[in-house]
């Protein structure tokens, strides 16, 4: 049962237009939400974060949004460049669970040059 | 500072072998996190320990277990390793592990079943 969804396995943007990336979970404990950025033979790298508390939180070129009542959750990225490329994932925690962090599957963003 | 290193980087055992993987966290980081990464699930949470014991655990089999010892360094051991064990296992370590996931992470180690 995957308790992070992300939908869309891909996605391309031309450079300089507005990547939206779409999250959605199903479990209501989840109070954290973050977002990871992978290169090919990298580790995952921390891009963004936010919690329930909130529902936007920006940083940068990034920005998430957090629809506790969808149970949805977006990162935007503006303007996009190449270098943006890479796959993203959602990532989801509870309260008191430490590092036991749920993953969505990620979405592979390809930005044009 | 460095940053977190897993050794091996590539891995290759045959069906029914077991294997044991490093992570060694940035300086300072007590708490060590595993993670499955697999094509079609993404990453799937393993076990997570602090101060050498395990706080946190996954929905995986008992071949799959780990500890930490009191330099803050991990292993994980796979026993009876099955084809669908080949992926990528990630460690990613925190301070003391209640920032809510936020984690620096290794390069994995790939492992190849055969």
């Known amino acids: 049962d995957q308790q992070v969804k992300q939908n869309s396995p891909s996605l391309s943007v031309q450079e300089g237009r507005i990547s939206i990336l779409n999250c959605d979970y199903t479990?209501?404990?989840?109070?954290?939400f973050l977002w990871y950025k992978k290169y090919p033979a990298e580790g995952p790298t921390f891009l963004i974060s936010?919690?329930?508390?909130?529902d936007k939180n920006e940083d940068g070129r990034f920005t998430v949004f957090l629809n506790k009542s969808a149970k949805h959750l977006s990162l935007h990225i503006v303007p996009s460049q190449p270098g943006d490329s890479a796959v993203y994932f959602c990532a989801a925690s509870a309260s008191g669970g430490y590092q036991k962090v749920t993953f969505g599957i990620g979405t592979k963003l390809q930005v044009i040059p | 500072k460095a940053g977190v290193t897993q050794t091996p980087r590539y891995l290759i055992k045959t069906r029914g072998q077991q294997v044991t993987l490093s992570c060694s966290p940035i300086?300072?980081?007590?708490?060590v996190s595993w993670y499955q990464q697999t094509p079609g699930q993404g990453l799937q949470f393993l076990f997570e320990?602090?101060?050498?014991?395990?706080?946190n655990k996954g929905n995986f089999p008992g071949r799959f277990s780990g500890r930490q010892f009191s330099n803050s360094r991990s292993e994980m051991n796979v026993s009876t390793l099955e084809l669908g064990d080949s992926a990528l296992y990630l460690c990613?370590?925190?301070?003391?592990?209640?920032?809510?996931?936020?984690?620096?992470f290794g390069q994995g180690t790939r492992l190849t079943v055969v």
């Open positions: 479990n209501s404990m989840f109070d954290y």
């Open positions: 300086s300072g980081h007590r708490s």
């Open positions: 990613a370590s925190s301070l003391v592990g209640n920032e809510g996931g936020e984690a620096f």
């Open positions: 936010i919690s329930s508390i909130k």
């Open positions: 320990y602090f101060s050498e014991t395990q706080r």
